[in-house]
């Protein structure tokens, strides 16, 4: 597993995590052509701490709630971001670093669930979108 590093700057920091999701959607096919940036958003807030996090988490809500390919593409973002962080905690040689680690990967596991949570209830009386996320998330 390569270690995703600030060292080189923000963006590279974040383009790496780009990088990293574009390899993990083709290693699980299926999901078609990326619509969203979710993931460089993400990553660009993490070197702010995790209220930066938890903001960009309530901004894509408010503004992609109801475009369903976008929010789904979203919570498989968050999926994908806390299950790194977890391989970065379990790889981590320093107790700081490990710390920083495992709290990112608690907080995009929630985010996740509560995400999962959001979207199947906003869009409940859908079924197409239900289908969709079922299908996408699956």
């Known amino acids: 597993?390569?270690?995703?590093?600030?060292?080189?700057?923000i963006f590279?920091?974040?383009?790496?995590?780009?990088k990293q999701f574009e390899c993990f959607l083709d290693f699980i096919g299926g999901h078609?052509?990326?619509k969203t940036t979710?993931?460089?958003?993400?990553?660009?807030?993490?070197p702010f701490g995790t209220d930066a996090v938890k903001d960009t988490d309530r901004r894509v809500f408010e503004e992609w709630?109801?475009?369903v390919p976008h929010i789904a593409e979203y919570i498989l973002s968050l999926s994908f971001k806390?299950?790194?962080?977890?391989?970065?905690a379990e790889e981590a040689t320093d107790e700081r670093m490990k710390d920083r680690c495992d709290e990112f990967a608690q907080l995009y596991t929630e985010l996740f669930f509560s995400a999962q949570d959001k979207a199947y209830k906003h869009?409940?009386?859908n079924d197409e979108a239900v289908s969709y996320l079922f299908q996408y998330l699956d």
Do not use: Q
Not at 12 to 18: F, G, P, S, V
Not at 38 to 46: H, N, R
Not at 82 to 88: C, D, L, R
């Open 1 to 9: 597993m390569t270690t995703i590093n600030i060292d080189n700057g």
């Open 12 to 18: 590279a920091y974040a383009n790496a995590w780009e």
């Open 32 to 34: 078609g052509e990326r």
């Open 38 to 46: 979710f993931v460089k958003d993400l990553s660009l807030a993490e």
């Open 65 to 67: 709630m109801d475009n």
């Open 82 to 88: 806390a299950n790194m962080w977890s391989v970065h």
């Open 123 to 125: 869009h409940e009386d």
